[in-house]
């Protein structure tokens, strides 16, 4: 596979297996699970394309990508008390940031459908506090028939927040498939 590998891969985290699982001080979640296990579909019908023929992956074989309609989307929920060595009271003072790395991708069509990745800060009644948004992301190294880059996001974490949600959404501009495509989500926090 000729694509570099994840610089955030290695110490703490689990070699690629993507179980949602908090490792350390981040998260990372990756298609090599082989299906949607953990992710919660809000629209349309996001999928896992294990090992397709032109659709290659940055990281091992498997990407998510936004199904066969005009829009999909779904999240994972993070608990901020379950990550470990993560203080409250530094979110509470708003000195922490969240930091993610991630693969965004698109099948090359000619006009081509494109990926999203987003936060949802909730506080402990799940109500929203805040949104953050990387845009939608036409990316341009080619890899086989894909193309693939890699995005950096980092934003505050607002005071009172309790649960993030980690949301990848998919646009289709053209065909029948939706072919924005996402894969190996990185997510740690830092403090300021
Ligand atoms: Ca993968
Ligand atoms: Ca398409």
Same mark, same amino acid.
């Given at each position: 596979?000729? $694509?570099?590998?994840?610089?955030?891969? *290695?110490?703490?985290?689990? !070699?690629?297996?993507?179980?949602? /699982?908090?490792?350390?001080? *981040?998260?990372?979640?990756?298609?090599?699970?082989?299906?949607?296990?953990?992710?919660?579909?809000?629209?349309? @019908?996001?999928?896992? &394309?294990? @090992? +397709?023929?032109?659709?290659?992956?940055? +990281? *091992?074989?498997?990407?998510?990508?936004?199904?066969?309609?005009?829009?999909?989307?779904?999240?994972?929920? /993070?608990?901020?008390?379950?990550?470990?060595?993560?203080?409250?009271?530094?979110?509470?003072? !708003?000195?922490?940031?969240?930091?993610?790395?991630?693969?965004? !991708?698109?099948?090359?069509?000619?006009?081509?459908?494109?990926? +999203?990745?987003?936060?949802? $800060?909730?506080?402990?009644?799940?109500?929203?506090?805040?949104?953050?948004?990387?845009? $939608?992301?036409?990316?341009?190294?080619?890899?086989?028939?894909? &193309?693939?880059? +890699?995005?950096?996001?980092?934003?505050?974490?607002?005071?009172?927040?309790?649960?993030?949600?980690?949301?990848?959404?998919?646009?289709?501009?053209? !065909?029948? @498939?939706?072919?924005?495509?996402?894969?190996?989500? &990185?997510?740690?926090?830092?403090?300021?």
């Amino acid at each position: 596979m000729p $694509f570099m590998i994840d610089p955030y891969r *290695g110490s703490g985290d689990d !070699g690629g297996t993507g179980t949602g /699982i908090p490792v350390g001080p *981040g998260y990372f979640w990756d298609a090599e699970t082989g299906d949607m296990s953990g992710w919660t579909t809000t629209a349309g @019908n996001p999928r896992v &394309r294990d @090992n +397709q023929p032109n659709r290659h992956a940055p +990281q *091992g074989d498997a990407i998510y990508d936004g199904g066969t309609v005009a829009f999909s989307s779904c999240y994972q929920r /993070i608990d901020l008390a379950s990550v470990p060595n993560l203080s409250l009271a530094s979110i509470d003072a !708003g000195t922490t940031n969240i930091d993610s790395l991630w693969w965004g !991708g698109t099948f090359e069509q000619g006009g081509n459908d494109q990926p +999203q990745l987003s936060f949802i $800060f909730r506080d402990s009644g799940l109500s929203e506090l805040d949104t953050y948004d990387s845009g $939608f992301k036409t990316p341009l190294p080619a890899v086989g028939g894909m &193309r693939w880059d +890699q995005y950096h996001e980092n934003t505050d974490v607002p005071a009172n927040t309790r649960y993030i949600d980690v949301v990848m959404s998919f646009q289709r501009n053209t !065909g029948s @498939n939706n072919d924005g495509a996402i894969d190996h989500i &990185r997510i740690s926090f830092i403090e300021e």
